[in-house]
């Protein structure tokens, strides 16, 4: 059982920053590849930034130069420090983590680690 957690949202006012955190916790061999994700009601889940497991990292357009994802590989957690928040960044964050588990005598990987999300709201 892997858990994914994000913490760290909260109400801010435009020009504000935030930092959100996620943590996974449970029977984990590694964490690849770990991703921020937002979600405004009634529209589709949009990717934000990626890291792999030596650093690498992506950004989509709407979140460049304003957004740092990072990880640390140790406490298997990752963070988002958020810059420079408008009124059009206001959704529901989640991370996703990349996971090798044991399973039985091996092991096994799965994308299907999703945290409960952590609402961001940036007022105008």
């Known amino acids: 059982q892997v858990l994914v957690a994000e913490s760290g949202g909260g109400l801010v006012q435009a020009g504000g920053s935030l930092r959100l955190s996620c943590a996974a916790t449970?029977?984990?061999?590694?964490?690849?590849?770990m991703g921020w994700y937002r979600q405004v009601p009634g529209k589709p889940r949009e990717i934000l930034a990626t890291?792999?497991?030596?650093?690498?990292?992506n950004y989509a357009d709407s979140v460049k130069g304003r957004f740092t994802i990072s990880r640390d590989n140790d406490k298997n957690m990752m963070f988002l420090q958020m810059n420079s928040l408008s009124p059009e960044d206001t959704a529901w964050y989640y991370c996703?983590?990349?996971?090798?588990?044991?399973?039985?005598?091996?092991?096994?990987?799965?994308?299907?680690?999703w945290g409960q999300g952590t609402q961001v709201t940036v007022s105008s």
């Open positions: 449970g029977n984990i061999f590694s964490i690849n590849a």
């Open positions: 890291i792999s497991s030596s650093g690498a990292t």
């Open positions: 996703n983590a990349d996971v090798t588990y044991p399973s039985g005598s091996s092991y096994s990987r799965s994308l299907a680690w």
